[in-house]
């Protein structure tokens, strides 16, 4: 009974927001403009231990991938861009699959600090010329990335 109570309420809600096939709604509705903790896009649904298990086993594996990836290219086997990759590959994995808080700000911290020093070394490597601009540029977006995505997770916290 509670289920359907609170279905109804959903559905109440989203009506108001959407206004009515006769009539769209001219912009979102109270509980969708707030700004403050209770708007709707904080809310985050509850998720199942399977969810969640989940969730932590992608992190885990990406990150497993990415101490193999370090490994092949301290040889000389892995390039520079799937390197990037996998970096970027752990943060959206953490990103993607609902990590937050300190968890998340720790994932996002760990991919900031790590973009910013392949960052130096592909500076070091296009001052020699083994890179050329193009590689300069797709890491400055790679670092503004890592920084917003940080910055997104620290205001959350």
């Known amino acids: 009974m509670r289920r359907r109570a609170a279905l109804g309420c959903s559905l109440i809600l989203v009506a108001a927001c959407c206004g009515s096939a006769s009539k769209p709604a001219s912009g979102p509705c109270g509980p ?32 497993k991938r990415l101490a193999q990836l370090r490994a092949s290219f301290e040889h000389g086997k892995t390039s520079l861009d799937e390197l990037f990759a996998a970096l970027r590959d ?61 910055g997104e997770a620290e205001e959350r916290l």
């Open 32 to 63: 969708c403009q707030s700004t403050g903790g209770a708007g709707l896009e904080r809310v985050a649904l509850p998720r199942s231990p399977k969810l969640t298990h989940l969730a932590q086993e992608r992190v885990e594996l990406a990150r």
């Open 90 to 150: 752990v943060a959206f994995a953490a990103r993607d699959s609902g990590f937050r808080g300190e968890a998340l700000r720790s994932v996002l911290t760990d991919y900031r600090d790590a973009v910013l020093a392949l960052r130096d070394l592909t500076r070091e490597r296009m001052a020699k010329g083994a890179v050329g601009e193009d590689a300069m540029n797709r890491v400055e977006a790679l670092v503004a990335e890592a920084e917003y995505w940080l």
